[in-house]
Structure formats: structure tokens, C-alpha cells
């Protein structure tokens, strides 16, 4: 397994989550890395990436002010805060990386449910 998700759940309204993702193999070589998220009966969106150095590249609109990535490149691991959850940020999400030239792994996906 090249990208091993955890922290999914259920959660009510209003309360966070933190997930993480532990990168291996040809995906720990990431030149950016982040998660995206496919919602019941939509298409997957990225939610948030992050460069290799830290720099936060990415947030999807409708996540903005509540969600935070952050990365370890010691563990090559990558978090994501999210805060301020809401039902429609229900859905499985995924942690994607890239390596420039070479591609794009996926890892097996967490479920993260926000009830009302």
C-alpha cells in the first residue's frame, strides 16, 4: 500500500476530524500531495494539496477558513484538519499524490460522514 488513509468517521455538525496519510514505495517521492473527495452521486473534487516544501497550493472554495493541510516530510505524512464540519462535506476522501513526469497514486479512501 503506497498511501494509507486514517481518521475518517462520523462526526455531527459543527465538530472536526483530522485525517492522515502515510505515503510508501513511488508515492513517498510526492512532489505534491493532498486529498480529494467524492460525495454520494457526484464527482471527486480536490479538496486540498500541498507542495513538497510546505507551501499550501490548493484549497476548494467551499472548504476554505475550516479545512488545513499540513505535511511531515520526515514521515511523509500529510494531515488534514478539518473544522466546522458540515453534512456536505460528507463523502469518502482520498489521498492523492503526485510526482511530476512520473504520475499520480491514490490511496484506498477514508469515510468521513457529518450528520445533521
Known amino acids: 500500500v503506497q498511501l494509507q488513509a486514517s481518521g475518517g468517521g462520523l462526526v455531527q455538525t459543527g465538530r472536526s476530524l483530522r485525517l492522515s496519510c502515510a505515503a510508501s514505495?513511488?508515492?513517498?517521492?510526492?512532489?505534491?500531495v493532498g486529498w480529494d473527495r467524492q460525495a454520494p452521486g457526484k464527482e471527486r473534487e480536490s479538496v486540498a494539496r500541498?507542495?513538497?516544501?510546505?507551501?499550501?497550493?490548493h484549497y476548494a472554495d467551499s472548504v476554505k477558513g475550516r479545512f488545513t493541510i499540513s505535511i511531515d516530510n520526515a514521515k511523509n505524512t500529510v494531515f488534514l484538519q478539518m473544522n466546522n464540519l458540515k453534512p456536505e462535506d460528507t463523502g469518502v476522501y482520498y489521498c492523492?499524490?503526485?510526482?511530476?513526469?512520473?504520475?499520480?497514486?491514490w490511496g484506498q479512501g477514508t469515510l468521513v460522514t457529518v450528520s445533521s
Open positions: 492523492h499524490a503526485e510526482r511530476y513526469g512520473d504520475g499520480n497514486y
Open positions: 514505495g513511488a508515492a513517498s517521492a510526492y512532489d505534491n
Open positions: 500541498i507542495t513538497r516544501g510546505g507551501i499550501a497550493q
